[in-house]
Antibody, heavy 117, light 109 residues
Framework: EVQLVESGGGLVQPGGSLRLSCAASGFTFSSSVMTWVRQAPGKGLEWVSGLSGSIDSAFYADSVKGRFTISRDISKTTLYLQMNSLRAEDTAIYYC??????????WGQGTLVTVSS | EIVLTQSPATLSLSPGERATLSCRASQSVSSYLAWYQQKPGQAPRLLIYDASNRAAGIPARFSGSGSGTDFTLTISSLEPEDFAVYYCQQRSNWPLALTFGGGTKVEIK
């Protein structure tokens, strides 16, 4: 069974940093395309970042480019999202997900990030 | 950048009725379109991928159709558990990215 468990969310001041983690199990993590999707309170879904399998190329939405970094630790089967220079508009539930070709069949339960002073 | 526009924003229907949700892309996405269902407090659940293929465990009352720029999600007969928000999503090849539509809320009339 595929499991994705996020952690690391919380309250952070504007301009601060936070690192999200996503522990993965039940599939071949090293070769899977992984992604982060977020959802602001009461709003729709927004793709944030993706990490391709094998070659580990990273891709970002324009809204987070230069501030967020996606990475993975294969030995720990864990996906990360390092978030720097956080803004109020980054406040959202962040979902870790496994991306299979054209869609996302597996999602974590999400972790809430609140950026506020 | 491809934009996905979903309509209507809200659909008010009764259990047993047929629901027809639309997703229009600003340019062709071939058949690379997926649909998700999201209930309050839950992560999205994949319903349909590649425009018309039901994901594992999804009931047959859910069906998808379309190609190019116009897509439809149909729920043939609404069950109480189907009242939720539905999102469409497409994948861009280069740069690799995902785009979601704004969502359609299916509510009880």
């Amino acid at each position: 069974e595929v499991q994705l468990v996020e952690s690391g969310g919380g309250l952070v001041q504007p301009g601060g940093s936070l690192r999200l983690s996503c522990a993965a199990s039940g599939f071949t993590f090293s070769s899977s395309v992984m992604t982060w999707v977020r959802q602001a309170p009461g709003k729709g879904l927004e793709w944030v970042s993706g990490l391709s399998g094998s070659i580990d190329s990273a891709f970002y939405a324009d809204s987070v480019k230069g501030r967020f970094t996606i990475s993975r630790d294969i030995s720990k089967t864990t996906l990360y999202l390092q978030m720097n220079s956080l803004r109020a508009e980054d406040t959202a539930i962040y979902y870790c997900a496994r991306w299979l070709v054209t869609a996302i069949p597996h999602w974590g339960q999400g972790t809430l990030v609140t950026v506020s002073s | 950048e491809i934009v996905l526009t979903q309509s209507p924003a809200t659909l008010s229907l009764s259990p047993g009725e047929r629901a027809t949700l639309s997703c229009r892309a600003s340019q062709s996405v071939s058949s690379y379109l997926a649909w998700y269902q999201q209930k309050p407090g839950q992560a999205p659940r994949l319903l349909i991928y590649d425009a018309s293929n039901r994901a594992a465990g999804i009931p047959a009352r859910f069906s998808g159709s379309g190609s190019g720029t116009d897509f439809t999600l149909t729920i043939s007969s609404l069950e109480p558990e189907d009242f939720a928000v539905y999102y469409c999503q497409q994948r861009s090849n280069w740069p690799l990215a995902l785009t979601f539509g704004g969502g359609t809320k299916v509510e009880i009339k």
